[in-house]
């Protein structure tokens, strides 16, 4: 079966979020140096210093959005079976994903020197969030 250009963009879209998912789980197992590593907020690196539940939970939550987005995105390339609400869901995920990659222009504009971290990241999260937006159009345009 020929798999389109949209499917394989969500199929990278998805390993994406899946390993940014693993990555933020193994901050917990690295410690309050990998959150800082990572940009986590202040209050998350302090619990992880103070050995308190919110930074391993709110964590969790944050690598369980990134691993249901992967799967919605294996959804719509056909790799995986399907899922409630795919078209709504991929929309969704593609307007957070942009949206966190345009909050850094603001902050790369006011920034005296370049974070070349946030710029990576940015520019990530814009290409995954294109791949899930042209995976709902597609969607949106087989519809009868």
């Not at 693993?22 to 690196?45: D, E, M, Q, V």
């Not at 308190?52 to 939970?57: H, S």
């Not at 369980?64 to 995105?73: H, K, Q």
């Amino acid at each position: 079966m020929q798999r389109t250009n949209t499917e394989k963009l969500l199929t990278s879209a998805g390993v994406i979020a899946f390993a940014a998912a693993a990555w933020h789980l193994l901050c917990i197992w690295g410690g309050p140096s990998w959150y800082a590593f990572a940009r986590a907020p202040h209050a998350l690196i302090e619990s992880a210093q103070q050995g308190t539940y919110l930074a391993p939970v709110a964590t969790i939550i944050v690598a369980g959005l990134m691993f249901t987005c992967s799967a919605y995105a294996l959804c719509a390339a056909g790799l995986i079976r399907k899922m409630p609400l795919i078209t709504a869901a991929l929309s969704t995920i593609a307007l957070i994903c942009v949206a966190r990659a345009l909050i850094a222009v603001p902050l790369l504009i006011r920034s005296i020197e370049l974070d070349i971290w946030q710029l990576i990241a940015s520019s990530v999260w814009l290409y995954v969030g294109t791949c899930f937006l042209l995976g709902a159009k597609q969607r949106i345009n087989e519809r009868p």
